[in-house]
């Protein structure tokens, strides 16, 4: 018998873990459930989830909305007939379709014997992560305004706009000028603080009105930050960096209900990083900007949000599981399935031009740190710094 055995002596026991770690990402800013970011009501919701499509067949659905009258009215004995207000109204359109995706299992019998984990239940585990950060994708890209992202996998089956000249900021430019590729020119584009008092004042000056959302029964409005944008605010000598480790210092954090994924706050502006915040887009050749980033300032009704039905049996999903088998039963399948749109919402204004609703894209210099890369089918692998974006 040998006195040693070496690693590659067939002797050697070799051990593989229990527990399988997954490559995947936590819950993010939209819809985490802490951040109270998602309800039925406009007035207090950023993400408005409509509940229409889950009550009977229609795969579009159309929402008014009601302007405030204008007009002087009449005092004293002033007659008032014929002085009435027209009621203007406009609508606003979200379709849903089908979304669905699945994970191949083979050979589950000797897998079983082979391996410790269990493929079937890491393959629908895999799944639901892939739904969540689709769904994510989905409602950000529509944030961003980015219409670069023309396939509806990933924008929720519904085209994204462009931001209106009135809903797009860009820093060192101001509401509506110039373009994005001239922000990522501009080094010293970068967004700070200082610039969430710029957006409050047009949200309270807007027409309509960018209404604060609600926490608790306070008012706020959110600003989400890319993660190169976040580092940027970070290494500057902000007024935010203040102010937060001066709360942090006198407890004004802690235990305190906003206080989910929020990096800070500002004039009742709170701060989150989204790691889908798009590039910005060229004015003239449609491709995506180096050293941008289109964030998002948002208050109550941004974002649109409808589950239609998917099985009739019971109440309705809004995700429905299918497994499946091939070769009698040898290899399975974990399919999901969900009828799922989500648009960022926009009107008319009085004048007939299409205004967004509830948001300001802020577009920001930030240079790009990494590409991303994809394998998107059987296509070859691309680069990409839009994480979720694959072109």
Known sequence: MADYYDTTAAETVKLWSRKTWRDWRQADSIFD????????????????MLDDFEKGPGDKLTITLSHQIG??????????????????TDTFDLKVDVLRHAVKC???FMNLQRVHHDTMKEASTMLREWFHVRREVMVTNHLCGNSRQTDLAFTGNNTVAEPDSEHIYRINQ????????????????????DDADAL???????????KPFYIDGNPYYGMMLHPFVVEDLRNVNSTWYAEMKAALQGGAIKDNPIWGRALGMHRNVIFFSNPYITQGKNSSTGAAV???RRNIFFGAGAVALGYGIVSKEGDADKLKWFNTSTDFGAKYHVAGTMVVGCKAVRFNDYGGT???????????Y???RRAYKYKVGNRATVDTYDYGQPQ
Do not use: M
């Open 71 to 88: 007009g002087r009215g009449s005092t004293g004995d002033e007659e008032l007939e014929g002085k009435e207000q027209s009621h203007e």
């Open 33 to 48: 459930p802490k951040n109270k970011f998602v309800g039925d009501d406009a007035d207090r919701f950023p993400v408005v």
């Open 200 to 210: 409050v004042t047009l949200a309270e000056t807007s027409d309509p009105v960018i």
């Open 366 to 368: 930030s240079a790009d």
């Open 354 to 364: 299409a205004r967004d609703y509830g948001k300001i894209v802020v577009v920001s």
């Open 106 to 108: 083979r050979g589950k």
């Open 174 to 193: 101001g509401l509506g000028a110039s373009n994005d590729q001239t922000v990522g020119a501009d080094t010293t584009a970068k967004f700070d603080v």
């Open 290 to 292: 180096s050293n941008t």
